[in-house]
């Protein structure tokens, strides 16, 4: 157990509700008798740094100038960690000056908010909210102990990630300039300053955008996901070498000779020549088969004070490659033997036989094509604020990635710690760092900023901490850039690490349309090739995005696909125990439950979850279906805590499954071998030939060989009605492969039913849901009901006499009519959008009541509700009973969370009411699903169960179609101009 780790589980230990000092000295005595002094350590060259801390806060910036470096402390905290996690820091309040931009201001002057603001307890909507905020710098300090055996040593400071500038000082004396990466490790050579015995070691970290902006935005550092922490984390410690050791190897794989080509830093302190031997030995792990590299010596001498060496390292023809299914790698030890020297000094790499190459459009892993089926992690951390260190922790968020069917993760405007690579390597996932930054807001690039210099030495630091790590395949500069002269800027930054280090490949930035394509990249990740683009605005699974990178000549991978809202899981509040805490999910509940939808919560979550999936699953079937692409980088598969609260994963943010969508039935239309069917539709009707082109995208391991397809289709009831095979045929590794056409005639069916068909390859699954409906209903009678478009007189008169009315409101609807409906979800989040529709996160309603009869149906938004949904107007129930639920209920965005209805029935006067404001009257012939629910809505209310269980007022119907809406004002002075509303000056 990490050090880190002990001191959480000895927090966690302490009885809860004990007094607060009591609780510190246990804390205090558990620390002296379970934690090891500094001096302790298994590896006799490591002194771990791991405990107690003097501590201060330097609010006004004033330490330097007062020489805290000679001071005490008499505050402490423990490293590694973050402020926050030792409560260290102010309490947010309205007043905080937040590293993030907030683009929808109305929570700070908005009366809906007012309860939300208060001290204390506010409630912020953009992000998850901290237990304490601190932006500015802070000292840490410490007595260390050299022994006597380390005095001729070269002894080096690691902090592996501090966030995020740092300054060291040894006793009263300065250890060289300060150092700003916040993606590798900072390493101070303290040699000189370290004598035998005791000294005092301090450390000033400082978070602020100071002298290099990578953007508030950037999440190496914003408050929307892992936050601006202040603090040291991973590990901490003093390691000492002798004075001539090896300090760094960096390993070129030759797939191609069996070899792998190792680059040795020699240095030397003795102040004399030295020589001796270099011996290399390197064994498999993490695969099935064993594989020991022979032994390879070679002479060295180095004259001076450093040696670059190299050597060709044959591992033979027993030689295993590295991928995400093999992800086979090598553990190469160098052994340095100095003549006359009796100590020696060894170093130890883990590197995969791989080359990841771009081939014409395509990427190629080892000369095979390969897929980028593409998550993005955001550096969301809410228990901790930072990213972990440790290698499981990152082995369980691959593993759930490859469980999903994706092989891929692009790491948006950060790079994570070497434990990321490492358990990458071992899962097999290609990741794309990124030199931890987003330089738009407020910054830009080629314009002569330090950021210019910055992003050039990060992208140094990256690769020489983590350039060796088989998984580590791409890189990009950051996210989305500004700047007029970006794209000579990114040309150079380009061209530069081509020829540098040639293990991976490059691309300027990750991009939008809107943004410059910088022609020297290796490959292009930009979002033109994304969303649905149905044909005539008809859900169907005909298209692909081959328009749009067919005038592309490298790989492009489509950026940021997806962002399909969810509603929130408010039983995930209680899971933020950590630094963290979910205020943003009490106050959409708070909402929820005010506006009377109290505990209505779980089934919108599922609902639009179910809705959200089907979204996923259409985006990423399309970009399998584009021929010649390169891939797709989801947002996200899991959820982003921050911008306005952006809920747009099928899990959580804590990488887990929500209830609505399984790891496995999401891997059937994600995966490596994926069938596909080219439907021109997913209604139809009694008088068509339904008809399916089915295909198949395969970039498994390997071509299949003697391959027969097979597809079914099931009525509702699971009964099979149809089913057959494809001529048997070899696979290569390619997409679009056709299998053969599907062909069923409806006539057959003469109820209104879901329909599904099921293509079958090689044991990987694929299906589609469509449904049919008579082309020639029978009409149910309507002499007892009274039809109408608006709330009329004699619709009231016929109500108050008892009667039955039916209102197609349609168009005439007042109150809720600015609430845009589409059949898509919200994309990203209403907020950080400042409203730009669609409103809504698809529908709920009862299935099994009888209104729906004769309409099949889910309880969430499925493709038969394309027509009937999609730019139709809502109604806003606000003045309804509590209680009252509709039979079909728009879910609103919980920034909001109005109470809405599509549909809904009511006790009017004597009589009874059925509204619907979705358009069940106007060419029918051309509309089946939307003529099938009038029909089942209209036969329902001539039976016996149509009896509505709510009494409305009729004032209040009429409010529904007199009633105006408040404008709603999302203005902000911070809004870049691609978000600010249309209400802004």
């Known amino acids: 157990m990490s050090e880190h780790k002990k001191m959480k589980f000895l927090n966690q230990s302490i009885v809860p509700g004990m007094n607060e000092i009591l609780k510190r000295s246990i804390y205090l005595f558990l620390v002296v008798f379970m934690l090891p002094g500094c001096s302790q350590n298994n590896d006799p060259n490591l002194i771990s740094l791991s405990g107690e801390w003097q ?84 000292w840490y300090s410490r007595e260390i102990t050299i022994p006597e055996r380390l005095s001729n040593n070269k002894i080096e400071l690691n902090l592996e990630r501090p966030h995020w500038e740092t300054t060291v000082w040894v006793d009263n004396m300065k250890a060289g300039p300060a150092q700003r990466s916040l993606s590798t490790p900072h390493k101070y050579d303290l040699t000189k300053f370290l004598s035998p015995g005791t000294h005092r070691l301090t450390i000033r970290v400082d978070n602020r955008l100071n002298e290099v902006n990578v953007g508030p935005d950037s999440h190496s550092l914003t408050d929307h996901t892992q936050g601006n922490w202040n603090g040291i984390v991973g590990d901490l410690e003093l390691k000492a070498s002798p004075p001539v050791h090896i300090a760094d190897i ?23 020549a030295a020589a001796g031997e270099v011996q290399l030995s390197a064994n498999s792990f993490n695969s099935d088969k064993s594989h020991k590299v022979p032994v390879f010596t070679k002479s060295f001498r180095v004259e001076g004070d450093s040696l670059s060496m190299e050597i060709e390292y044959k591992l033979g023809e027993d030689v295993q490659f590295w991928d995400e299914f093999n992800p086979a790698l090598y553990r190469l030890t160098a052994e340095l033997y100095v003549d006359g020297i009796k100590s020696t000094h060894s170093i130890q790499e883990e590197f995969g036989m791989r080359e990841f190459t771009a081939e014409g459009t395509r990427f190629a892993v080892n000369g095979r094509p390969v897929f980028l089926r593409g998550t993005l992690d955001c550096a969301a951390f809410p228990l901790t604020g930072y990213p972990p260190t440790e290698i499981p922790e990152w082995e369980k968020i691959f593993k759930t990635v490859k469980e999903h069917g994706l092989n891929h993760v692009r790491y948006h405007s950060w790079c994570p710690p070497k434990a990321a690579f490492q358990a990458a390597d071992r899962v097999g996932i290609y990741l794309q760092p990124e030199a931890a930054s987003w330089p738009n807001h407020g910054v830009t690039v080629g314009d002569g900023q330090p950021i210019d210099d910055y992003l050039m030495e990060e992208t140094s630091r990256i690769l020489d901490a983590y350039g060796n790590h088989a998984s580590f395949v791409m890189m990009a500069a950051g996210n989305e850039p500004g700047g007029g002269n970006q794209v000579g800027y990114l040309n150079a930054y380009v061209n530069h690490w081509q020829a540098q280090d040639p293990r991976r490949l490059y691309t300027g930035a990750s991009i939008g349309m809107s943004w410059p394509i910088v022609p020297e990249s290796d490959f292009l990740v930009r979002s033109g090739p994304r969303g649905l683009k149905w044909k005539d605005g008809t859900p169907g699974t005909m298209f692909d995005h081959y328009e749009s990178i067919k005038d592309t000549d490298i790989p492009y991978v489509a950026h940021e696909n997806g962002q399909y809202n969810v509603f929130p899981d408010f039983r995930e509040i209680d899971k933020y125990t950590g630094v963290y805490k979910a205020k943003n999910f009490e106050l959409f509940r708070a909402l929820m439950e005010k506006n009377g939808m109290k505990g209505k919560g779980h089934d919108f979550m599922m609902a639009s979850g179910k809705l959200q999936s089907i979204m996923y699953k259409a985006e990423i079937e399309a970009a399998l279906r584009t021929p010649g692409f390169a891939g797709f980088q989801l947002l996200d598969l899991n959820d982003f805590p921050g911008q306005g609260t952006a809920l747009i994963g099928v899990l959580n943010t804590f990488w887990e499954e929500k209830g609505y969508i399984s790891p496995e039935e999401f891997r059937r239309f994600s995966g490596a071998t994926v069938p596909l069917a080219r439907i021109e539709k997913f209604v139809w009707e009694n008088n068509e030939t339904f008809h399916a082109s089915a295909e198949l995208s395969h970039f498994g391991p390997k071509p299949l060989d003697d391959i027969e397809a097979r597809w079914v289709i099931k009525s509702d009831n699971g009964e099979e009605v149809a089913s057959g095979s494809f001529p048997p045929r070899t696979i290569p590794l390619d997409n679009t492969i056709t299998l053969g056409t599907v062909k069923l005639n409806l006539s057959q069916f003469d109820r209104a039913q879901k329909l599904n068909l099921t293509i079958t390859v090689d044991g990987n699954a694929n299906d589609w849901d469509f449904w049919v409906y008579p082309a020639d209903p029978i009409q149910p009678g309507i002499s007892n009901i009274y039809i109408t478009d608006s709330l009329d007189t004699a619709a009231k008169n016929v109500l108050n006499e008892g009667g039955i009315v039916f209102v197609d409101a349609a168009g005439k609807v007042q109150y809720g009519k600015d609430i845009i409906q589409y059949f898509r979800p919200v994309f990203w989040n209403t907020s950080w959008f400042q409203m730009n529709p669609p409103h809504t996160l698809g529908i709920f309603l009862n299935p099994e009541h009888p209104a729906f009869n004769d309409f099949p149906t889910e309880y969430h938004s499925n493709y038969q509700w394309f027509d009937i949904l999609n730019r139709q107007q809502v109604m806003w129930l606000e003045g309804f009973p509590d209680d009252f639920e509709p039979l079909i209920q728009p879910i609103d965005t919980y920034h909001l969370n109005r109470k809405l209805g599509l549909v809904l029935e009511a006790q009017v006067g004597k009589g009874k009411l059925l509204i619907s404001s979705t358009d069940l009257t106007n060419r029918l012939d051309e509309r089946p699903a939307a003529r099938q629910l009038r029909q089942s809505l209209i036969k329902y209310m001539g039976s016996e169960n149509f009896n509505p269980e709510y009494t409305v007022e009729m004032s209040v119907i009429e409010d529904i179609f007199r009633k105006q809406s408040e404008r709603l004002n999302f203005y902000t002075n911070e809004s870049t101009d691609d978000l600010k509303p249309e209400t802004q000056n």
């Open 55 to 138: 501590f201060k806060m330097d609010t006004l910036d004033v330490g330097v100038s007062e020489e805290w470096f000679a001071r005490d402390f008499e505050d402490s905290i423990r490293l590694p960690g973050s402020m926050m996690e030792y409560d260290k820091g102010f309490e947010p309040t309205l007043e905080t000056q937040w590293t993030g931009s907030i683009y929808d201001s109305s929570f700070y002057y908005d009366n809906r908010y007012e309860e939300y603001r208060q001290k204390h307890d506010i409630k912020f909507p953009f992000w998850l909210t901290p237990s304490k905020h601190y932006v500015g710098a802070a």
């Open 250 to 272: 960096e390993l070129y794989p030759d797939i191609e000779n069996q070899s792998v080509r190792a680059v040795i830093d020699i240095r030397n302190m003795t102040g004399k």
